[in-house]
């Protein structure tokens, strides 16, 4: 079989606690970086841009997240609780935040498709390259605390937070919908 075909029928996302050690080198994420942005782009706006949490960077992060999540969560005393937060990025070997960037000039409909398409071409990228991947949104993507402090601007949000890793064991297959669900063949 064509091995891209073959490829593209198999992929499948791999749950965080599945996505281990070895993450991707420098070269390999600028690689995959470089992927995730060749991409559909109605008017060369590139509505998108990326974040990477690497290494100590991902704690880094996640005491802003804890930091949101206390903010949204004003009666949180748990401290444990708290900090459960706080390794969320550590959890898997990379994360990239996708995000979307609404640019003056073209549907803000078609920016924020491009910006799915990223996140998309980037889990692609990552299987190309061997590498296994999960795309969370989880509260952190709607947080407004979280958003701030991130430095999102008013025309921003996250797509997407694409957890990277190897994996530590094959995924089941996922059921998918049968095509007489979800094809039409227009007649006139
Ligand atoms: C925009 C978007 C956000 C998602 N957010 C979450 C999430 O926060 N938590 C989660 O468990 N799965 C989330 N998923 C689902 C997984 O990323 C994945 O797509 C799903 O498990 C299907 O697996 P597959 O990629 O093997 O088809 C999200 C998917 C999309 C498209």
């Not at 050690?21 to 060369?44: C, F, T, V, W, Y």
């Not at 949204?72 to 979307?100: C, G, M, Q, W, Y």
């Amino acid at each position: 079989m064509n091995t891209v075909i073959d490829f593209l029928k198999t992929r499948r996302s791999v749950k965080i606690p599945n996505l281990v050690e070895p993450g991707p080198s420098h070269n390999q994420i600028e690689e995959m970086l470089k992927i995730a942005s060749r991409i559909p782009d109605h008017g060369k706006l590139a509505p998108w841009r990326f974040i990477v949490f690497e290494g100590d960077s991902r704690k880094a992060a996640g005491e802003l997240l804890k930091k949101a999540y206390a903010a949204e969560h004003p009666d949180e005393k748990d401290e444990e609780r708290l900090n459960f937060e706080v390794r969320k990025f550590t959890l898997a070997p990379l994360v990239i935040a996708v995000v979307s960037s609404i640019k003056d000039g073209k549907p803000e409909w078609e920016q924020i498709l491009s910006a799915g398409v990223a996140c998309y071409n980037l889990e692609l990228a990552a299987a190309a390259m061997g590498f296994s991947s999960d795309w969370l949104t989880e509260w952190y993507s709607y947080s407004d605390a979280f958003h701030d402090l991130m430095g999102l601007a008013p025309n921003e949000r996250f797509a997407g937070f694409i957890n990277i890793g190897t994996a530590a064991k094959k995924p089941a297959e996922r059921e998918r919908p049968s095509l007489d669900q979800i094809v039409t063949y227009w007649k006139s």
